[in-house]
């Protein structure tokens, strides 16, 4: 087998693994093909293949245009946008911007609330993906459009956005939506430029992320949520007082965020939705982990073909399913209902100090504000239902019904053929973007917080086992420092160095000494003889 005919079988594995070492590549042909291959060669395929590989992302650079003719050809409806940079003469790759009919309609079935959030390109040309999803009946993510741009800031953001606000029907529609997010570079204020009066909301995860890099500490973090969960205004204020007993600087900091961005104390009743969290995207996010590091063409088609399957399995899901209210929102209406039980008994037995809230079941409303904000009934309205032997689930709006739920997932996203098949289009061939060579290992995986990287006595190993003391098994220290370590004798102590002299008779030299060495220093000796 010459470097050649093996650089042809390690080319897939190197499009999975980028950073494939010369040592896994001797050790798959000695477990495939029972054959020995010497380092030399193993670097020569690899060289071969990486060169290949190099061909294949500038080709499909090359050929993106055809790529939306035929998505745009099989989907009639979708919009499509690239943005090339010919300012020296010759076209080079910058943006792409891809919304499918089916994803476009079928958000016009769902609550409005869109989740923004970007995520790193992880192959040989770097770049960003920005992507938009909402939510669909069952409080699973819709993913709407998605973008690949060179880099995440305000003039980005803004060009994926105009073109987002544009399909979903423009300004006056997407005003009326609530926009969430992590705070991202540029989108905060391009979402302000482009919607004013749209509601934003902010990821509380993030937010505490950034809050206890100043204020760390449990009591701080169970003051923030609570804050954060309040669904009505004297809630929030009694736990914002509390904080600042405890901590005034700590106070003064979320008091300086707008508790409409992140407390349901002040959100609207539009979205029908009281998620604190942007997690529904960075779930999405995580399905990409594999696509990001593909070719550009190669990366499309495979979110294109989960959202196929996605929209496939949802729609035979509903299919075989029997129920009216979506399964996730039955399941919070009992949680509801549970308290609404022993909510009953408490008002006939509770002193006049408690919370009292007022309900109206013509208006659908109570003065705590939980059935606004989410649009499921909470166990103060349940327990007036129950009262007025009322069913709950006549309340649930159409948002959760099985009806919509069908409807979401009606439309078709149709298959694509291979590239063999494409038409050419008559625009010249795009090259691909400028490398931006950065120091040091390539990283894949995201960058932890300081505090994740805290260690405790909990650590785990990367086989899942807790670290413990290989001589007592006990936590909290590991062998050196271990009480049952055996400790050396009283001799080997005492015991004096004896170097031996080579000393000329004619030479003068200082005598050795002969005092003892201590015994962390013997240890230490020992350790340095054995590595």
């Given at each position: 087998m010459n470097?050649?005919?093996?650089?042809?079988?390690?080319d897939k594995s190197l499009i999975d693994n980028p950073s494939l070492k010369v040592k896994d590549i001797r050790s798959k042909a000695l477990r495939k093909w029972n054959t020995n291959v010497s380092i030399s060669k193993a670097r020569r395929a690899k060289l071969i293949a990486s060169r290949q590989l190099e061909i294949d992302y500038k080709e499909q650079f090359k050929r993106i245009y055809d790529y939306g003719h035929e998505v745009l050809r099989c989907n009639p409806g979708s919009i499509i946008q690239i943005k090339v940079d010919g300012d020296n003469g010759e076209p080079i790759f910058q943006r792409i911007y891809v919304c499918l009919k089916a994803c476009k309609d079928n958000f016009k079935n769902c609550r409005p609330i869109v989740c923004l959030d970007g995520c790193f390109l992880k192959g040989q040309y770097k770049g960003e993906v920005l992507t938009a999803v909402g939510r669909d009946p069952n409080e699973q993510m819709l993913p709407i459009a998605y973008a690949v741009v060179e880099v995440e800031n305000k003039e980005t953001w803004t060009w994926f956005l105009q073109i987002l606000i544009a399909d979903l029907g423009g300004n006056e529609v997407c005003g009326r939506c609530t926009w969430m997010s992590d705070k991202q570079k540029g989108l905060v204020h391009a979402v302000e430029e482009l919607l004013p009066n749209a509601e934003q909301r902010f990821?509380?995860?993030?937010?505490?992320?950034?809050?206890?890099?100043?204020?760390?500490?449990?009591?701080?973090?169970?003051?923030?949520?609570?804050?954060?969960?309040?669904?009505?205004?004297?809630?929030?204020?009694?736990?914002?007082?509390?904080?600042?007993?405890?901590?005034?600087?700590?106070?003064?900091?979320?008091?300086?965020?707008?508790?409409?961005?992140?407390?349901?104390?002040?959100?609207?009743?539009?979205?029908?939705?009281?998620?604190?969290?942007?997690?529904?995207?960075?779930?999405?996010?995580?399905?990409?982990?594999?696509?990001?590091?593909?070719?550009?063409?190669?990366?499309?088609?495979?979110?294109?073909?989960?959202?196929?399957?996605?929209?496939?399995?949802?729609?035979?899901?509903?299919?075989?399913?029997?129920?009216?209210?979506?399964?996730?929102?039955?399941?919070?209406?009992?949680?509801?209902?549970?308290?609404?039980?022993?909510?009953?008994?408490?008002?006939?037995?509770?002193?006049?100090?408690?919370?009292?809230?007022?309900?109206?079941?013509?208006?659908?409303?109570?003065?705590?504000?939980k059935w606004l904000i989410s649009g499921i009934p909470c166990c103060h309205a349940i327990a007036a239902m129950n009262y007025s032997s009322l069913d709950p689930e006549d309340f649930i709006p159409t948002w959760f019904k099985r009806s919509t739920y069908e409807e979401v997932y009606a439309s078709i996203i149709y298959p694509v053929n291979g590239h063999l098949l494409w038409e050419r289009t008559p625009y010249d061939d795009v090259l691909p973007p400028l490398k931006r060579k950065l120091p040091e290992r390539p990283k894949k995986k995201r960058r932890l917080e300081a505090w994740e990287l805290t260690k405790d006595d909990t650590q785990m190993r990367v086989g899942g086992h807790i670290k413990k003391c290989s001589l007592c098994r006990q936590r909290g220290h590991n062998k050196n420092n271990c009480p049952l370590r055996p400790q050396p004798t009283e001799t080997a102590e005492n015991q004096p160095s004896q170097a031996p002299s080579t000393q000329s008779p004619g030479s003068s030299q200082a005598p050795a000494s002969t005092q003892p060495l201590d015994r962390h220093s013997q240890h230490q000796l020992s350790l340095n003889s054995v590595f």
């Open positions: 470097a050649k005919s093996l650089s042809q079988e390690i990821c509380l995860r993030h937010m505490y992320s950034n809050f206890r890099k100043r204020f760390s500490g449990q009591i701080l973090k169970n003051m923030m949520w609570r804050a954060a969960t309040s669904t009505y205004p004297q809630a929030w204020e009694r736990e914002m007082l509390k904080m600042k007993e405890v901590n005034v600087e700590a106070y003064k900091y979320l008091i300086g965020i707008p508790p409409r961005y992140w407390s349901r104390s002040r959100f609207t009743g539009q979205a029908m939705c009281d998620s604190l969290d942007n997690n529904i995207i960075e779930a999405f996010n995580n399905v990409l982990l594999h696509a990001r590091e593909q070719p550009i063409i190669t990366m499309l088609e495979e979110i294109r073909v989960y959202l196929m399957k996605r929209w496939a399995t949802n729609r035979n899901k509903v299919a075989s399913m029997n129920f009216t209210i979506c399964p996730k929102i039955k399941k919070r209406l009992l949680n509801e209902s549970n308290w609404s039980a022993m909510k009953i008994f408490e008002v006939r037995h509770c002193s006049a100090i408690d919370n009292k809230f007022k309900v109206d079941l013509d208006t659908h409303d109570c003065s705590c504000r």
